[in-house]
């Protein structure tokens, strides 16, 4: 058996003198959703795999111009995802014609902040990966069926990478049920191919467990694995005043009323960041790599999403998140949060947490924890693949 020389987290061991053992990795993600989370879980993957001593690629599903086009043409019906065919309903109503054209035109303004935030990961298509070592889908949820804007046998590998050592980190199958599944054997057949599978959540878990019949270790999303700094190492904007962060797919009427009272009451703007909503004095065009930056700037932040409860866990002054998702409650849970869980209704809650100060030591030991715990599943998972793949790159 190969002896190796490793990077252990957060590079506590150094690396031989005149050698070192990595693993090219290609990674199989939606690095390049038109959401600041796709690109900032990626981002992330990518820096605590270099963290661990190995080479990272990323396998292109499609060329940006494509990916532009699921969200501003008008594809047929069948061929439209989740979000395009919420769109096409709207459209059929003449008072939401004009909220559908103005969003269009803000992803096209954003689109130019993405592809040069693209530009931190190095791509190769499926038939480019003859000499990578080992494929490492997450995370995110690429395995969800209900996403009809994901191809989910390629976020499975179902159709390239044969032989290839395949770890599934911190992967979700967000509302797909397990009878989805058995609609697709050959994906099942791909799942069954894995060497490692790490979750994201216990609901994937349990439809992996079935589908593998092994039970697979629970793991946190990878930008609670990294150190925080680095989601602001290429930050550019900077927004004066005071501002409350508003990130969100959506709000309920009641919602956008209160937050407006509660921003108008404290003499804040409101401004939204990656989605131009309704009741926003300003929707920032910025690249992902800025997000961090706005959310710490905020006097305070509000989302209804997942990777913003996240990045409000890392760096927001005061917060609160609305658990629209289970994957947000888990979260909330996991961490102690609860004094930041909004039901979108009490107004009174509402200023209570956007008033009171995050106990940010309090929060940040229970993230070092869960960073811990998930930093030693993955090292042991990559451990595991590494002795079965990896191979000395030369003299340094």
Excluded at 131 to 158: K, M, Q, R
Excluded at 255 to 271: C, D, M, N, P, T
Excluded at 290 to 303: H, I, N, Q, R
Aim: with cysteine.
């Amino acid at each position: 058996m190969r002896s190796f020389c490793r990077v252990q987290a957060f590079g506590r061991q150094k690396k031989r003198k005149h050698e070192v053992w990595i693993m090219k990795i290609a990674v199989v993600t939606v690095y390049d959703g038109l959401n600041f989370g796709s690109f900032l879980q990626a981002y992330a993957m990518q820096a605590y795999l270099k963290e661990q001593g190995h080479q990272v690629y990323f396998v292109q599903r499609m060329t940006e111009e494509e990916n532009l086009a699921l969200f501003t043409t008008r594809k047929p019906e069948e061929e439209c995802g989740f979000v395009r065919r919420i769109w096409r309903t709207c459209l059929k109503y003449t008072v939401n014609r004009k909220r559908i054209q103005r969003e269009n035109r803000y992803y096209r303004s954003q689109f130019p902040y993405y592809q040069e935030a693209w530009k931190q990961f190095r791509l190769r298509r499926p038939g480019e990966l003859s000499d990578i070592d080992c494929l490492v889908c997450g995370s995110d949820e690429i395995w969800n069926l209900n996403n009809l804007n994901l191809d989910v046998p390629f976020y499975a590998c179902a159709s390239y990478g044969s032989g290839k050592a395949k770890l599934a980190a911190a992967v979700s199958a967000g509302n797909a049920q397990r009878e989805d599944f058995d609609k697709y054997p050959r994906l099942e057949e791909a799942i069954r191919g894995f060497d490692e599978i790490l979750v994201r959540d216990r609901h994937t878990g349990e439809i992996i467990k079935e589908i593998t019949g092994r039970a697979p270790e629970l793991v946190c999303d990878p930008t609670l694995m990294v150190d925080r700094a680095i989601f602001r190492k290429h930050e550019s904007l900077k927004l004066p005043g005071n501002y409350m962060l508003v990130y969100t797919y959506g709000l309920t009427e009641a919602q956008s009323r209160l937050l407006k009272e509660f921003a108008g009451k404290h003499g804040y703007r409101i401004v939204s960041a990656c989605m131009d909503i309704d009741i926003a004095d300003e929707a920032v065009s910025a690249s992902p790599l800025d997000f961090a930056g706005l959310v710490a700037g905020a006097e305070c932040c509000v989302t209804t999403t997942f990777h913003g409860t996240i990045f409000s866990l890392l760096f927001a002054k005061r917060f609160c998140t609305v658990a629209k998702y289970p994957k947000i409650s888990a979260l909330i849970e996991e961490v102690g949060a609860q004094a930041h869980l909004w039901d979108g209704e009490s107004a009174e809650e509402l200023e209570k947490m956007l008033e009171t100060e995050a106990d940010r030591e309090a929060l940040d030991g229970k993230l070092e924890e869960l960073k811990s715990r998930s930093a030693d599943r993955v090292n042991r998972a990559l451990k595991r693949v590494e002795e079965k793949s990896g191979r000395a790159l030369g003299p340094e």
